[in-house]
């Protein structure tokens, strides 16, 4: 089983959202999500499972991660609710972190098993809406990511998004798993070290 965390945060204050949003839109940081997760087991919280179109990726098997055993899903037979880690702890899929902050922090910093060994780390460093609602960052995760991982690649440069693999200093990484990615975030992007 690999763990793979990806997000897009903002340049200079990690902001990955405000209120329940993103405040940015970007097509083809988007694009490169939905073909990196596809048909992927995926985990997220409620906020984020509630912002994904019709509540669904296509193909994907999703984990949402909420304190409410009640909370339903928009598809019984492929999505799930799970209140924390220990639901995966068994699990031999391919995991993928798709946020929100709180998700994030709980992978980076949780049970060793279910840490990430690759983080595509996606930085936005053009403008901001002006959005309602709390600013939501991930500071505490690129912290631990800056002391704990390393990059290995080269930046995928798109649309204002310099995109980066970073693997865990001492964690095997399964080669596929990598080079599907990186494939990924290849496509249309010009390529900076």
Known sequence: MTVVAMWCRHEGDNLIGIGGAIPWHIP????????????????????TYESLPARTIEGCKIYVMTSDAAYETADAAHHFVISGQKALAD??????????????????????????????????NGAVQELEGARIDISGSVAVMAKNYRRISP?????????ALW?????????SV????AAILEKGAEIKW
């Open 28 to 47: 083809s940081d988007a694009a490169h999500f939905l073909e990196v997760v596809q048909g992927q087991t995926v985990v997220c919280g409620r906020k």
């Open 91 to 124: 699990a031999e899929e391919d995991i993928y972190v798709a946020g929100g902050a709180e998700i994030y922090q709980l992978f980076m910093t949780g049970k060793e098993k279910l840490k990430p060994q690759i983080v595509v780390d996606c930085v936005y």
């Open 155 to 163: 930046f995928y440069c798109q649309e204002g998004v310099s995109s």
């Open 167 to 175: 693997v865990r200093k001492g964690e095997f990484v399964e080669q």
């Open 178 to 181: 990598l080079k599907r990615i």
